[in-house]
Antibody
Framework: QLQLQESGPGLVKPSETLSLTCTVSGGSISSSDYYWGWIRQPPGKGLEWIGSIYYTGSTYYSPSLKSRVTISVDTSKNQFSLKLSSVTTADTAVYYC??????????????WGQGTTVTVSS | EIVLTQSPGTLSLSPGERATLSCRASQSVSSSYLAWYQQKPGQAPRLLIYGASSRATGIPDRFSGSGSGTDFTLTISRLEPEDFAVYYCQQYGSSNTFGQGTKLEIK
């Protein structure tokens, strides 16, 4: 059964870069059928898609976050990572890694990580 | 960017009743690429419906989705105690956006 697990610091200072990694187990990140993405949820609020990556390294990002986001993939480790620069308190959220389909008809999220809380504070 | 507006914000019902949740898009959602998710406190969301009306694997048939264009609906025919949660819609026809959620609470 495919599982996703987020890891990274739970506390980041304002203006610094948030870095998280998602480890994929029970399946290969190099599958030709899926994208791997990041979604976040501020406390008490709704979901916000951040961006996604294909195993080849092809990415697409939310227009509102594009200038600050970098998503990368390491197929040898079966991992993908998120970097969000110049963070502010508004970036405090639970960050989820997720899988969705490659084809347009399949780009709903069918596997989620458990989520990791990141707090931006000095 | 397509904006999704869910209504109502909170829905108070009793077990056994029928729930109707709405998701309205600011532009037409191409090919009905709309999904619904259920989220319980402290948990990740769970996929319920994709393609506006197809149930995900293992989802009970009391959950159904309908709609096209800009108006979509999630219906829970007879509420079970475990159905009380927050529900989100997502469109994936033009990038990805989520609605703000509807909280379904016990009356």
């Amino acid at each position: 059964q495919l599982q996703l697990q987020e890891s990274g610091p739970g506390l980041v200072k304002p203006s610094e870069t948030l870095s998280l990694t998602c480890t994929v187990s029970g399946g290969s990140i190099s599958s030709s059928d899926y994208y791997w993405g990041w979604i976040r949820q501020p406390p008490g609020k709704g979901l916000e898609w951040i961006g996604s990556i294909y195993y080849t390294g092809s990415t697409y990002y939310s227009p509102s976050l594009k200038s600050r986001v970098t998503i990368s993939v390491d197929t040898s480790k079966n991992q993908f990572s998120l970097k969000l620069s110049s963070v502010t308190t508004a970036d405090t959220a639970v960050y989820y890694c997720a899988r969705h389909g490659l084809a347009a008809a399949g780009r709903f999220v069918d596997v989620w990580g458990q989520g990791t809380t990141v707090t931006v504070s000095s | 960017e397509i904006v999704l507006t869910q209504s109502p914000g909170t829905l108070s019902l009793s077990p056994g009743e029928r729930a109707t949740l709405s998701c309205r898009a600011s532009q037409s959602v191409s090919s009905s690429y709309l999904a619904w998710y259920q989220q319980k406190p402290g948990q990740a969301p769970r996929l319920l419906i994709y393609g506006a009306s197809s149930r995900a694997t293992g989802i009970p048939d009391r959950f159904s989705g309908s709609g096209s264009g800009t108006d979509f609906t999630l219906t829970i025919s007879r509420l079970e105690p475990e159905d009380f949660a927050v529900y989100y819609c997502q469109q994936y026809g033009s990038s990805n956006t989520f609605g703000q959620g509807t909280k379904l609470e016990i009356k």
